[in-house]
């Protein structure tokens, strides 16, 4: 069975740092692209970003370009998203999603780890 | 403001068919990348519902089905059920922003 469990969420303040994980389980995990997802009280979903199988391309949303960082190791079977700056707006459940291929849907999530920006 | 356009709410009687809509442009849905569709329940992660404009995960019932024409795409359900009550959220990919985009959402409302 396909699982994806996001860790890492929580309290922090406007212009902290966070790292959120994402163990994957039930499928082999270095053969997918994995994308993060967001979404902020009562509103709609937001790409933030994308990573490749091997981890050697990256991509980002301009709205957290140059704060935030994907990366993943395909040894533990783990997707992360290193956050810093963060901002009010950056707060939201965020969730990671495997991709079904290239432009492909996203065919699993996680339950979502959520991320509360606040002083 | 989202890059796909949706309704915010749509409505319909059990039984009855609904339809909904994902309004895009020439750099995302008429550059003839997929759309996909997911729905999410209240308090839980979205589903995928259909993918690549009209295909059906394992699962999906055939009541849930997709098109997609020009710089469009629509999601029908027929035979409505209180238990379709959600969210619907259409997806592409956008050449201009290289990204994925979402829809703003729809709210299924089972009168």
């Known amino acids: 069975e396909v699982q994806l469990v996001e860790s890492g969420g929580g309290l922090v303040q406007p212009g902290g740092s966070l790292r959120l994980s994402c163990a994957a389980s039930?499928?082999?995990?270095?053969?997918?692209?994995m994308h993060w997802v967001r979404q902020a009280p009562g509103k709609g979903l937001e790409y933030v970003s994308a990573?490749?199988?091997?981890?050697?391309?990256?991509y980002y949303a301009n709205s957290v370009k140059g704060r935030f960082t994907i990366s993943r190791d395909n040894s533990k079977n783990t997707l992360y998203l290193q956050m810093g700056s963060l901002k009010p707006e950056d707060m939201a459940v965020y969730y990671c999603?495997?991709?079904?291929?290239?432009?492909?849907?996203?065919?699993?999530w996680g339950q979502g780890t959520p991320v509360t920006v606040s002083s | 403001q989202s890059v796909l356009t949706q309704p915010p709410s749509v409505s319909g009687a059990p039984g009855q068919r609904v339809t909904i809509s994902c309004t895009g442009s020439?750099?995302?849905?008429?550059?003839?990348?997929?759309v996909h569709w997911y729905q999410q329940l209240p308090g839980t992660a979205p589903k995928l519902l259909i993918y690549?404009?009209?295909n059906r995960p394992s699962g999906v019932p055939d009541r849930f089905s997709g098109s997609k024409s020009g710089t469009s795409a629509s999601l029908a359900i027929t035979g409505l059920q209180a238990e379709d009550e959600a969210v619907y959220y259409c997806q592409s990919f956008d050449s201009s922003l290289s990204g994925r985009v979402f829809g703003g959402g729809t709210k299924l409302t089972v009168l």
């Open positions: 990573i490749n199988t091997n981890g050697g391309s990256t």
């Open positions: 999603a495997r991709v079904a291929g290239s432009y492909g849907g996203y065919d699993y």
């Open positions: 690549g404009n009209s």
């Open positions: 020439s750099s995302n849905i008429g550059a003839h990348y997929g």
């Open positions: 039930g499928f082999t995990f270095s053969s997918y692209d």
